[in-house]
Structures are given as structure tokens and as C-alpha cells.
């Protein structure tokens, strides 16, 4: 018996398979990673798709980080703004009550009080979140409120 030479079906046939091979191939490294491409041109038509849908899904990240930014922000800034109500009512509590016999400071306790609270009001104004400092307007990078080294120009404006 002979051999004779492999047909055009036979080699039309072995071809489909190594075309159904490679299909093969091609859809289980998608499921295993989840691409359906390496490349864009891979995609086929919907390259473009592709390419809009990255740049929106970028837009959609960039807007989720300056969400959660914003909202630390006015977490750290309600938190300021509570303290410094808190503090008003302290000072208007120790203001009523206060007497009037001086400390060896040269205060009365309600001036110390006032003092140290001023003290801390301004640190509370000097708040910041990230590299930001929350109440000093338009100027983000400097701070809202200077403290005062001394208060003997106000003392001294008083007596005049």
C-alpha cells in the first residue's frame, strides 16, 4: 500500500485547528489576567472605547481623591471650629466668675485664662490638612494667624 501526497482538506483542516489552538490560547491568557489585550490595537474596534473609558475612569479616581481630601478638611476644620466655640463659652464662664485679686504673674485668673485660651485659639487657626493650613484664606501655605510675642502694647495703649 502507498502513501500518497495530504490533500487541500487535509491541510485546510490542520490549519483551522492551529487557528482554533491559538484562539484557544488567546481567551485562556484572557481569563487568566483578565485583559482582553496587551495593546490597544489588540482591542480591534473598540480600541477607541478603550482609550475614553481609561481617561474617564482617571477623571472618576481624581475626583475620589479630592472627595476624600475635602472631607478631611472639613472633618479637621469642624473639629477647630467646635474647640473654638467650646473655648468662647470657658472664657465667658471664668470671665463671670472671676475675681479680681491678681496672681503673682501680675493677673487675675481670668486673664490667664483668657491668655492661654487666645493661645489656643490661634494654634486651633493655624489648623492644617496635608500641606494645607485650613484658615488662612488664599494663602494655603502660610499660616492664618501669627501669635503675639507680648501684649504690652495693648497693656500700654490702655493706660495712655
Excluded at 479616581?61 to 471650629?81: E, G, H, P, Q, Y
Excluded at 466668675?97 to 486651633?124: F, Y
Amino acid at each position: 500500500m502507498t502513501v500518497s501526497g495530504v490533500g487541500i482538506k487535509t491541510s485546510i483542516l490542520a490549519s483551522r485547528i492551529l487557528d482554533l489552538q491559538s484562539q484557544f490560547d488567546s481567551l485562556q491568557t484572557q481569563l487568566a489576567t483578565g485583559k482582553k489585550s496587551n495593546t490597544y490595537a489588540g482591542m480591534g474596534t473598540n480600541r477607541g472605547f478603550a482609550v475614553a473609558l481609561r481617561a474617564q475612569v482617571s477623571s472618576i479616581d481624581a475626583f475620589s481623591d479630592t472627595m476624600t481630601n475635602v472631607t478631611t478638611r472639613i472633618n479637621v476644620a469642624n473639629a477647630a471650629l467646635t474647640r473654638i466655640i467650646a473655648i468662647g463659652t470657658t472664657v465667658q464662664g471664668a470671665a463671670v466668675t472671676s475675681s479680681t485679686q491678681i496672681t503673682s504673674n501680675g493677673q487675675t485668673i481670668a486673664q490667664g485664662t483668657a491668655r492661654s485660651s487666645l493661645d489656643e485659639m490661634l494654634s486651633l487657626l493655624n489648623s492644617q490638612s496635608g500641606d494645607r493650613y485650613l484658615f488662612s484664606g488664599r494663602a494655603t501655605d502660610t499660616p492664618g494667624r501669627r501669635r503675639p510675642t507680648t501684649f504690652s502694647t495693648v497693656s500700654a495703649r490702655r493706660r495712655a
